[in-house]
């Protein structure tokens, strides 16, 4: 399923349905965003990455939009997968090198 | 190729004791990152080093957290007289470059626990 704007701490989706994860964040400042996937047991795993200058970047199955007006980023998922069952953590860095991470969005993907 | 390793896994501790986390970043990364991680948070920053020198040290809660990198790869976190607070995992990262949008690659993280 898809939830468009507002993060929810868990999302249920069936396989093979697309999934959009929503982060909120609120220091303008910040310039660079980053999205992380933690499986249990591990640390976080780096998935996609934008800058402030770019509104949308797209990776392997994956796409960040970036909303700099109302500070809202959020990751697509395409064609979810078993395998992207996980946390998934927004992260921001403002004029600095230190990663500041979002509250976390636990993906369970429905067989 | 071999990514950040971490040891050890997981430490118990009693309250009081000191303990020694250790990192071993990503060959030729020169910046190097240690957070911390409370069960169902994100990971919260303590420090980051460039090379050998701590660049920023505002995340460490108290003086009783100390790290070290004396050259410039491997790291070492030290915490003295630890308590059921510090409880926690620790996850060290570490990117290739001097610039603010390098990736940071994290380990596994260690687990530690105090009784």
């Known amino acids: 399923g898809e939830n468009v704007g507002l993060h929810l701490p868990t999302l249920s989706v069936q396989e093979g349905d697309n999934s959009i994860i929503n982060c909120a964040y609120s220091n303008s400042a910040s310039d660079y965003f980053i999205w992380y996937k933690q499986e249990s047991g591990k640390g976080p795993q780096f998935i996609i990455d934008i800058r402030s200058n770019m509104d949308k970047r797209q990776g392997q199955r994956v796409t960040v939009l970036l909303n700099k007006t109302v500070k809202h980023l959020s990751l697509q998922i395409a064609a979810t997968q078993p395998g992207d069952s996980a946390v998934y953590f927004c992260?921001?860095?403002?004029?600095?090198?230190?990663?500041?991470f979002g509250a976390g969005t636990t993906v369970t993907v429905r067989a | 190729g071999a990514g950040v390793s971490q040891t050890p896994s997981n430490k118990v501790t009693e309250k009081g004791k000191y303990v020694e986390l250790r990192c071993d970043p990503i060959s030729g990364h020169t910046a190097l990152y240690w957070y911390r991680q409370s069960l169902g948070q994100g990971p919260e920053f303590l420090i980051y080093f460039q090379g050998t020198g701590a660049a920023d040290d505002s995340g460490l809660p108290n003086d009783r957290f100390f790290a070290v990198r004396p050259e410039g790869s491997v790291s070492t976190l030290k915490i003295q007289r630890t308590e059921r607070g510090d409880s926690a995992v620790y996850l060290c990262a570490s990117s290739p470059g001097t610039s603010r949008f390098s990736t940071q690659y994290f380990g596994p993280g260690t687990r530690l626990t105090v009784l």
């Open positions: 992260a921001e860095i403002a004029n600095d090198y230190k990663l500041s």
